[in-house]
T-cell receptor
Framework: AAGVIQSPRHLIKEKRETATLKCYPI?????VYWYQQGPGQDPQFLIS???????DKGSIPDRFSAQQFSDYHSELNMSSLELGDSALYFC????????????FGEGSWLTVV | DAKTTQPNSMESNEEEPVHLPCNHS???????IHWYRQLPSQGPEYVIH???SNVNNRMASLAIAEDRKSSTLILHRATLRDAAVYYC???????????FGKGTRLSVIA
């Protein structure tokens, strides 16, 4: 069965640079979530989209932005990168936004040097 | 936000049952109890969820206390592949995201 696809899987950027992560949800899923997991930390919710509209916002820095496109894929844009942004970024998807099971991708490793 | 409390870590022998407890004394009537697990270097994975009644699936069983203030995830025969961090999450759905707290790190000994 198709899963949530994230790209790139690994990314190395320098401080103050910009990075973009992409997420392709499971087919027919209309809801996308982004999470950040720092080393030794638990996943922290950043932002979510339902039917291409932002539905909820968590601890996402102002330097980050995201959107969901007409084909339901989503992109997380991160600017003015800081060392502390080094983390594993997960995208997840679900059908609807009402308690259905959420499926996670394998994550994108971002290293800021 | 509804909160859950889980042991930081637990250990089990391979092929033995494992009972992972979770306390959620402030649970509301509309909260579902969800369990996810995260294997090393992988994304979280859905395990099971329930509302009031005990639930079984191919991965695990979920036992929910009558007052719903606690629950237990049961792995019937732990394998090395079950070593992961297990998260008990109160999930309201209805336009709210899944919020992870501190989970239980399960170690399985061969």
């Amino acid at each position: 069965a198709a899963g949530v696809i994230q790209s790139p899987r690994h990314l190395i950027k320098e401080k103050r640079e910009t990075a973009t992560l992409k997420c392709y949800p499971i087919p027919r899923h209309d809801t996308v979530y982004w999470y950040q997991q720092g080393p030794g930390q638990d996943p922290q919710f950043l932002i979510s989209f339902y039917e291409k509209m932002q539905s909820d916002k968590g601890s996402i820095p102002d330097r980050f932005s995201a959107q969901q496109f007409s084909d339901y894929h989503s992109e997380l844009n991160m600017s003015s990168l800081e060392l502390g942004d080094s983390a594993l970024y997960f995208c997840a998807s679900s059908k609807g936004y009402s308690g259905n099971t959420i499926y996670f991708g394998e994550g994108s490793w971002l290293t800021v040097v | 936000d509804a909160k859950t409390t889980q042991p930081n870590s637990m250990e089990s022998n391979e092929e033995e049952p494992v009972h992972l407890p979770c306390n959620h004394s402030t649970i509301s009537g509309t909260d579902y109890i969800h369990w996810y697990r995260q294997l090393p270097s992988q994304g979280p994975e859905y395990v099971i969820h329930g509302l009031t009644s005990n639930v079984n699936n191919r991965m695990a069983s979920l036992a929910i206390a009558e007052d719903r203030k606690s629950s237990t995830l049961i792995l019937h025969r732990a394998t090395l592949r079950d070593a992961a961090v297990y998260y008990c999450i109160l999930y309201q759905g209805f336009n709210t995201p899944l919020v992870f707290g501190k989970g239980t790190r399960l170690s399985v000994i061969a």
